[in-house]
């Protein structure tokens, strides 16, 4: 398992340099959000906003299973989406509709990955299932099947299929 655990790593980082490498810029959001100049305890933090087209709005890598196989999908802003094998080599390619995209962004805002656990793997064990690790808004959120929250469901469903 902590072999799966260094590949997995290790194909995020590949994928986050692909990332950054494809679009001319760095197409993410940098890793911890840029606090406000006056922090309050209570008031929610600001939205991101919207990627450009070229920009990635969503990457969720997905790792496990049976066969220990891992795969990621990288949506950019304007609902182009490419899939990745284990290898981090391309796997596929489309684009979502505009009613599709409008369901993921949909799904991300609700999910909130401001307040989300980074880590949530308290719910039952799957033995052979997936964790998944999705990065959006300049968060990383990390999960596995049996204990993924409502809120993710939500945005795993709505993304293209990890495989073709």
Do not use: N
């Amino acid at each position: 398992m902590r072999g799966l655990r260094v590949v997995g790593a290790a194909l995020v980082s590949v994928v986050v340099l692909c990332a950054c490498g494809a679009g001319g810029g760095s197409g993410e959001a940098s890793a911890s959000p840029t606090p406000s100049a006056t922090p309050s305890a209570s008031a929610p933090p600001s939205p991101s906003p919207s990627p450009s087209p070229a920009e990635s709005l969503v990457r969720m890598t997905r790792t496990g299973g049976f066969a220990g196989r891992t795969s990621s999908v990288l949506v950019k802003g304007d609902g182009s989406w490419t899939r990745l094998d284990g290898d981090a080599k391309p796997a596929g390619s489309g684009k979502l509709t505009p009613e599709e995209l409008e369901r993921l962004r949909s799904a991300l805002a609700a999910a909130d990955f401001a307040h989300l656990p980074r880590v949530s793997k308290s719910g039952t064990p799957v033995y052979d299932g997936f964790e998944y690790t999705i990065v959006h808004g300049g968060f990383e959120v990390v999960t596995a099947d049996g204990s993924v929250p409502p809120a993710l469901q939500d945005v795993l469903s709505a993304l293209p299929p990890s495989e073709g």
